[in-house]
């Protein structure tokens, strides 16, 4: 997961190397460590740094994980001959190697030669029955094939072991939106919210979740985490304030007749209508007349 | 077959701009709006604009609800309305209109009763470079008496066309551009609100 910083960041060096201003490197180096999936990019910038003798001998024993980066991005492009040929350097370089073993897995799978590909993980598995990389390739695996039932079985049962990895539940909370399970979902961000409570991003998933649920309880919930989600922004998540627009208008129209709800709701509601009219006035003005007739239909059905 | 009888028509920039939506987030499923109007013969669902939507966390309510509250308002005022849904799934094998799809289109039918939604037809896309296809490479359903989403098939009828039969090389032309670089959906504008989803001066 990546914070806004970090992202302006990325792109910043993105820009910067595409326009021929150097610093590839250090660029794939960052989306290594924020482990975002840039494959076009690694592929391009990657390849131009290994096909070049000079560059690639400077980086030392750093060309290995350049290889592997490359490797996974190629794969990701469906560019099977690049992938093929840096993991046939890096077997030759690692002989004995389980990571290596790995991505030629990695390579079945990006075949489409399915069984071949589970057959590799389960006998790697094997030896590291702990390897958490080859559960998940199992899952995207499943996940690919459209097994979703099996993909969710999958990582239900990875969860167990390795409770404490928070991609895999929201991995999983996402998988169990698409199928539109929004209770199973909620349970995950649940998981999230308690082992990571300063993260704005999952109380705001867990309010959207809640609010598609619906009902009563489920949106006075939501409420309280748009709230929240607020309150770790410092007011700037545009999600956030629309959200609690939607529920305080949700609310009233299932609590007609009960004033200590609506004087309540309403002042948050009209603070968040006042942030959003600012923020638009300033940064989307054209947009400014829709929004406001917006909110003002939100708060007159509360 | 729909028991509307109408047809349907989508104007190139309508088109495009979906297709190059779908093609900036390959990974994911993504989504978007149709906007238009019916004929004056009161013949055909002319669909005029489209607005991209999301390419992330599609069945959830709260950013569906505020876009299409704000998409309404504003193509109202150019005498517009909301008249469809588009929908491209997630993987490039699956062809069937799903369940979030069709709960989607069940919601914006509240809108437009006769609205139509477009699955994106992915290996047509994929073999548009080869094959010279004309017509577009999406599929129309609409809902029968019954309100269930039905497919709409691909004959003589041409219940469903393109407005510009130039289409797809327009779309290639920009697809050889890498111009789906250029695309705000809502997901984007709710990110940073400085982001325009009308992408206006994409064509340009």
């Known amino acids: 997961m990546v914070t806004k910083t970090e992202e302006t960041q990325l792109n910043r060096l993105e820009n910067q190397v595409d326009n021929g201003g150097g610093g590839a490197w250090e660029y794939l180096c960052l989306v290594r460590k924020l482990k975002v999936r840039r494959s076009e990019k690694v592929l391009k910038h990657g390849l131009s740094i290994l096909n070049d003798p000079k560059q690639r001998s400077s980086l030392g024993s750093d060309e290995w994980t350049l290889y592997e980066q490359v490797a996974v991005a190629a794969m990701d492009c469906q560019c099977l001959d690049v992938a093929k040929d840096c993991t046939k350097v890096l077997r030759k370089r690692f002989p004995e190697s389980k990571r290596v073993g790995r991505l030629e897995a990695m390579l079945l799978e990006a075949k489409g030669s399915w069984e071949l590909a589970e057959k590799a993980y389960a006998s790697l598995l094997e030896d590291s029955p702990l390897d958490q990389a080859i559960h998940k390739r199992r899952v995207a695996m499943a996940k690919a094939q459209g097994n979703i039932s099996v993909a969710i079985d999958w990582l239900n049962k990875y969860l167990e072991t390795f409770m404490a990895d928070h991609d895999a539940w929201r991995e999983l909370a996402e998988i169990y939106v698409s199928l539109q399970m929004y209770k199973q979902a909620a349970f995950c961000y649940e998981e999230l919210i308690l082992s990571q409570p300063t993260v704005p991003l999952y109380h705001l998933a867990y309010a959207d979740v809640l609010y598609t649920l619906g009902g009563l309880?489920?949106?006075?919930?939501?409420?309280?985490?748009?709230?929240?989600?607020?309150?770790?922004?410092g007011g700037k998540n545009t999600r956030a304030l629309f959200g609690i627009c939607l529920c305080t208008s949700a609310i009233t129209?299932?609590?007609?007749?009960?004033?200590?709800?609506?004087?309540?709701?309403?002042?948050?509601?009209?603070?968040?209508?006042?942030?959003?009219?600012?923020?638009?006035?300033?940064?989307?003005p054209d947009k400014l007349p829709q929004l406001t007739t917006a909110l003002k239909s939100l708060t007159l059905s509360s | 077959m729909g028991s509307n009888g109408l047809r349907y028509e989508i104007a190139q920039n309508a088109y495009i701009k979906l297709v190059l939506h779908s093609l900036k987030h390959p990974?994911?499923?993504?989504?978007?709006?149709?906007?238009?109007?019916?004929?004056?013969?009161?013949?055909?669902?002319?669909?005029?604009?489209?607005?991209?939507?999301?390419?992330?966390?599609?069945?959830?309510?709260?950013?569906?609800?505020?876009?299409?509250?704000?998409?309404?308002?504003?193509?109202?005022?150019?005498?517009?309305?909301?008249?469809?849904?588009?929908?491209?799934?997630?993987?490039?094998?699956?062809s069937e209109l799903g369940g979030v799809a069709k709960?989607?289109?069940?919601?914006?039918?509240?809108?437009?009763?006769?609205?139509?939604v477009l699955l994106l037809d992915n290996k047509k896309l994929?073999?548009?470079?080869?094959?010279?296809?004309?017509?577009?490479?999406?599929?129309?359903?609409?809902?029968?008496?019954?309100?269930?989403?039905?497919?709409?098939?691909?004959?003589?009828?041409?219940?469903?066309?393109?407005?510009?039969?130039?289409?797809?090389?327009?779309?290639?032309?920009?697809?050889?551009?890498?111009?789906?670089?250029?695309?705000?959906?809502?997901?984007?504008?709710?990110?940073?609100?400085?982001?325009?989803?009308?992408?206006?001066?994409?064509?340009?």
């Not at chain 1, 609590?255 to 609506?262: A, V």
């Not at chain 1, 009209?270 to 300033?282: C, F, G, I, M, T």
């Not at chain 2, 150019?78 to 094998?93: M, P, Q, T």
């Open chain 2, 126 to 204: 994929d073999a548009l470079k080869k094959s010279k296809e004309r017509s577009a490479i999406m599929q129309l359903y609409v809902r029968d008496t019954s309100k269930n989403w039905k497919l709409v098939p691909s004959d003589a009828n041409n219940r469903f066309s393109l407005k510009e039969p130039s289409a797809n090389v327009v779309l290639l032309d920009y697809i050889a551009s890498e111009k789906w670089n250029g695309i705000v959906d809502f997901d984007d504008h709710l990110d940073d609100i400085s982001k325009d989803w009308l992408n206006p001066g994409l064509f340009n």
């Open chain 2, 27 to 94: 990974t994911s499923a993504v989504n978007g709006i149709l906007i238009g109007r019916i004929s004056p013969s009161n013949d055909v669902v002319e669909i005029a604009d489209s607005v991209p939507l999301f390419h992330s966390h599609i069945p959830l309510l709260p950013q569906l609800e505020i876009s299409l509250i704000l998409i309404e308002e504003y193509f109202s005022a150019k005498g517009l309305n909301i008249v469809g849904y588009f929908h491209a799934n997630e993987r490039s094998d699956d």
């Open chain 1, 253 to 284: 129209q299932l609590t007609k007749g009960k004033s200590k709800e609506e004087k309540e709701g309403s002042q948050l509601q009209s603070l968040a209508a006042k942030v959003l009219e600012k923020d638009y006035k300033q940064r989307a």
């Open chain 1, 217 to 233: 309880e489920n949106l006075q919930t939501a409420k309280k985490y748009y709230a929240s989600t607020i309150d770790l922004t």
């Open chain 2, 103 to 116: 709960n989607i289109g069940d919601h914006i039918c509240r809108y437009f009763p006769q609205a139509g």
